[in-house]
């Protein structure tokens, strides 16, 4: 018999023996009964899981279709043993079945473990929640230790000392206290379970002692096995007992019991009725493996059948010899397909582990990649930061990969984050830098602004606040919280000297309102200006106007209209004393000059434009000029030579007029 097979051995002399069918009891009914009893052994067996990233897959063994049965006068030793060692694998297997159906928490916040651990340690028996409570702890422990390594790398990119590092957080606090009450829970349990485990003990001793009492005992040997059945029942119904003792006390029971069947099977008449029911028995746990096969529900097939394989070993005894081989044939058929099934089944998951280990591989190559980058702007480390966060979302819902690559590919993962943290952390200590300079030279301008919202020195200050205004926009980044504060203050000591000086601009100073309210009065007396009969007089006049206009100083920009005004009036009685189109119009470019000559900046305007003007004018000509060589075998009678001509002519007479003006204009400039 293989040492890996978990089929019990089929038949064999030294099992049950049933009483007459009057009193017969025993029915395949109680394998729900076994179930249970199977799965609260495995629960209680299941092994504590250590702190990983992810829990490891079991390679959980078969039930063996193949096992073939053993002669009824094989030894009987070897067979429990062996038999003994494939239950308690059988149950260890069961308790990982069950893990594949509890919760996954990898995707979860830390808070939310803690939460949860905490919701789950109200249950009043741990050992039903057991499992989720060690796989909260698992992702717990792997999330805490990427953060604390997040954190160490920034206090020592921020130029910590690795012995200064510490770090402590309310939701570990919570975390440990509520793994010592867990803690606490278990061992307390523990203690409870090995006290049972040895009364367990105790009693299946005495009832070895009392099936030793029974045999060779003279009496109604109906009474006997009665009593005898009791006993078994007893030893079924008892827990179980230390491993270290379980072989031991086996055997020495499987030894009497042997030797009590001895004893009965000299009297034929039971044996036959011992058969029979074995036999009625064993084809109902047949049919019902057989029907197991249609389940798909795989783990709830395997319990269960595991549950039916201790019944056949357990609790029915041998059947006559015709039947032997058909009943373990069908059994072991039925069996080899629920194996098949679940072979397959697990063939299934390890190539969804393997399909998780290659989403997951290419996650890691991703964020390789990204660390990999030079990104030198904050905008771009805020959207690495965003792609990381979510490819470690998608590494932890991924799911399983197969227990062999999960070390390596954790360590993969962990790395290449940490990589992408170091740079960042990299970058983020030189940018603080960078930003405590640049809050420096913001906080200078700020001062500037504040000092000199006041000034009464207009046009210096407006040059002032227009520079620092420019400087400031030069100034690289620096946090929001500080940002908005500096700005608020620089704003608003901007803003009150704009609007002083806007205000003063569009009111004037004393002396433009002055110089407004003289010119004002003069354009009005202009307006009820007479002219007489007499030219020259009334030239004069006119001159006196210019020159008593020229006189009055300048008025603010928003009154400048009032120049326009006067001008135009002025132009009205020139041109109503007979002053010809020429002199007219020298008259008023020359007033016009005398007036902008005050504003350097309209007197360089209009420099530029005369000078601009004339270029123009000019180049026109040559053009002109150049386009008569084309005509030079034509007679000057022609329509396009003379309308050349004319065009030359008529740019002349205006560049004689531009450069008039711009003689003015060098006379003011000497």
Known sequence: MSEHDNLQDADGDNLNVTPPKSEITEDVNSLSEVVNEIENKSTEDATIETITVQSKEDNSEEISSEEEEEEEDDDEESLDKGNQKKTDKSDAKIGSEK????????????????????????????????NNINKIKNSFNAAFAILIAEKKDAFLADGGNVIDFNFTSPLKKRFNDLSKSFRERQQSFQKNRAQQLNQNLEIRLQIIEEIKGLINVEGDINSSYNTFKSLQ?????????????????????????????????????????????????????????????????????????????????????????EFKDELWERFSAATKVINDKRQDYYGQLEETFNDNLVIKNDIIDKIKAISEKTS??????????????????????????????????????????????????????????????NYRKKLELVEIAEQNKDSLDLETTLALMKDIQNR????????????????????????????????????????EIKSFEDKTSLLETLNSFIPSEDKDTNLDSLNQFSSQWK????????????????????????????????????????????????????????????RKKIDEIKSEINQLENNLQFFSNVDDDNPLVKEVHKNISKHKEALKVWELKYSKIKKLIN
Do not use: M
């Open 99 to 130: 893990i594949d159906s509890e919760e996954s928490f990898e995707s979860l916040s830390l808070e939310d473990l803690v939460n949860k651990f905490e919701s789950l340690l109200e249950n009043e028996n741990s050992q039903n929640v057991r």
């Open 233 to 321: 029942e007893r030893w079924r119904n008892t827990g179980q007992i230390p491993s270290t003792e379980n072989n031991n006390t086996w055997n020495n029971y499987r030894h009497h019991v042997e030797i009590f069947y001895g004893f009965l099977h000299l009297n034929r008449d039971l044996r036959d009725l011992d058969y029979k029911h074995n036999l009625e028995q064993k084809q109902k746990i047949i049919q019902s493996t057989e029907e197991l096969a249609t389940e798909t529900d795989l783990n709830r097939a395997f319990r269960e059948l595991q549950a039916l394989h201790k019944i056949w070993k357990e609790e029915l005894g041998p059947v006559a010899k």
């Open 376 to 437: 030198l702007v904050h905008k771009e480390w805020q959207a690495n930061i965003k792609e990381i966060e979510a490819l470690r979302d998608a590494f932890f819902k991924a799911g399983k990969v197969p227990s062999k690559q999960n070390e390596k590919t954790w360590t993969a993962f962990k790395d290449a984050v940490r990589i992408f943290n170091k740079n960042k952390n990299t970058y983020y200590k030189t940018l603080k830098k960078d930003q405590s300079e």
């Open 472 to 511: 400031w926009k030069s100034i690289g980044h620096i946090p929001r919280k500080d940002s908005d504060k500096l700005w608020k203050r620089f704003r608003g000591a901007c803003n009150l000297f704009f609007d002083r000086y806007h205000e003063q601009k569009n009111n004037g100073s004393e002396e």
């Open 551 to 610: 006189k009055i100083g300048n008025v603010t920009k928003s009154k400048r209209f009032i120049d326009g005004k006067f001008f135009k009036s002025l132009d009205g009685f020139y041109s109503k004393i007979g002053l010809d189109k020429e002199a007219l119009e020298n008259l008023k470019y020359s007033l016009k000059l005398e007036t902008i000559s005050k504003d350097p900046s309209l007197f360089n305007n209009e420099v530029i434009f005369i």
